[in-house]
């Protein structure tokens, strides 16, 4: 559950001047129990490796399952003005429990001379039992099953070694899809509404008509895409491109530090504002200093800009974050600030300057997710927001990670009837525990202390509180 250095329904009112945010579901990617040597609370995670049911003549069969449960309680959701249910009733606390199977398969033919055929299915059945979360995006009862990965592939392999093994892999169907650590493409399903499994997040993938073809010469790494998302985070097919500079052995994407750009053009959609956006990315992740060894520094800008008629933006969203890792001090301590800002809209203008999330992912504690409670439940997470973010992480044992993040949230442009920019703080501490290779437990305590801004905002005047404990099971 660790990348390039970076971290970053809603209940019962959002900001006028937003579009409402695609909320990314919470992601628990399964890694390596090791923390990797950087500055920035990648949780303790276990380790996935498929098993191999048959091999022979370049044929091979492989099969992967994963299981989580997880239970939530919130007090005071939406700073006490409540979740409003499909009755029509108001609860100020929200509490409930998610569950999930995903059993996966995974093809590949490896030819002589014309490369690697493959092809994979994952599907995920899952539910919410209780009252729903506190975001209002699912209820109690609700759950269904569905393929999340559906996909059929070729890898070059050796066919084009002037390039380097495997330096061509295209890819159709449903299948995962993330650009550097997720700030902006990372995930194309809610996991809401009748799919339940708000807060676990089992579902990834990029729904039926994806295409991505990726090129690797080393150390150049291009990706043309057409991605399609759920229905449930309307419908977005995106067209574009991505190119990196890799290098180095920490940090970055696939484990290295990067430098990239991407330009990508939203060809359809159920949200207005998104058809016809034109969105412009350039990042620098996980760069290290030689002279500074342990320091790690990340940027990244997003510009977004549509002038179809009655739907312009001009938005924009950009961070920077710096961490150090003691790696010669006992229990390995990592220290982190970030700072964010996504754009608020500017009244009096014709455009809309309020910054879209669009496809945020999660592959960490504290990164696109900005809180446990801001982040998963609030309108003012990655939308008309500055964000202040300091991190700190130990690890006492090999199998034991704690965690610490707290955070400053004010408005970039103060919505109307709104006189304090302040939103509120937020602290939250988690516990992660690899009990085995294949099984993870994590606990996790959060508040949100309202500030004037948050209260006006939300019409409630409390301070709110989050416990959630959760287990994860990887085969």
């Known amino acids: 559950m660790v990348t390039a250095l970076t971290f970053a329904g809603t209940g019962t009112a959002r900001p006028s001047d937003a579009p409402r945010p695609h909320r990314p579901p919470r992601r628990r990617m399964p890694a390596g129990t090791a923390l990797l040597a950087m500055p920035l609370l990648a949780m303790s995670t276990t380790a996935q490796a498929d ?248 940027a990244e800008y997003v510009k977004q800009h549509n002038n179809r008629a009655g739907a312009e933006v001009d938005a924009s969203a950009w961070y920077g974050e710096a961490g150090y890792s003691f790696a010669d001090v006992a229990w390995t301590p990592r220290v982190g600030y970030r700072y964010s800002r996504f754009s608020g809209d500017k009244p009096g203008t014709a455009k809309s300057e309020a910054f879209d999330p669009l496809h945020m992912a999660f592959p960490r504690w504290g990164t696109w997710l900005q809180g446990e409670i801001n982040g998963e439940y609030f309108p003012t997470s990655n939308s008309n927001v500055k964000v202040h973010n300091a991190q700190f992480a130990v690890q006492p044992t090999e199998t034991v990670t704690l965690t610490a993040l707290l955070y400053d949230f004010r408005f970039d442009r103060k919505p109307a009837g709104v006189t304090s920019g302040h939103v509120g703080n937020e602290i939250n501490l988690a516990v992660d525990w690899a009990a085995t290779e294949n099984l993870l437990v994590s606990g996790v305590a959060g508040r949100f202390f309202a500030g004037d801004g948050g209260k006006q905002f939300f019409g409630g005047n409390k301070d709110s509180s989050v416990f959630e404990v959760m287990a994860t099971l990887t085969y």
């Open 51 to 298: 098993v191999t049911l048959h091999e022979q003549n370049g044929v091979t069969l492989e099969g992967g399952f994963t299981a989580g449960i997880g239970a939530v309680a919130v007090t005071n959701a939406n700073l006490g003005a409540g979740v409003v249910t499909p009755d029509g009733k108001v609860q100020k606390d929200r509490n409930w429990a998610e569950g999930y199977v995903a059993p996966s398969l995974k093809l590949t033919y490896a030819t002589e001379g014309a490369g690697t055929f493959y092809s994979g299915v994952r599907a995920v059945s899952g539910g919410t039992v209780g009252d729903g979360d506190a975001g209002g995006f699912t209820q109690g009862r609700q759950g269904r099953t569905d393929l999340d990965n559906l996909y059929v592939g070729w890898k070059s392999g050796d066919l084009l070694s002037a390039l380097g093994k495997d330096a061509v892999d295209l890819a159709y169907g449903r299948q995962n899809f993330v650009i550097g650590d997720g700030f902006i493409i990372g995930d194309g399903t809610l996991d809401s509404r009748r799919q339940g499994t708000y807060w676990l997040g089992p579902r990834r993938g990029w729904n039926t008509g994806t295409a991505v073809a990726k090129f690797d010469v080393a150390p150049v790494h291009a990706d043309l895409f057409r991605l399609k998302s759920d229905k449930y985070s309307n419908t977005d097919v995106i067209y574009g491109g991505n190119l990196e500079w890799r290098f180095g052995a920490e940090g970055g994407a696939e484990g290295k530090s990067s430098l990239g750009a991407s330009y990508m053009r939203i060809d359809q959609s159920n949200l207005p504002t998104r058809k016809g956006m034109d969105i412009y990315n350039l990042r620098a992740l996980g760069l290290t200093i030689p002279s500074v060894p342990g320091l790690t520094l990340s």
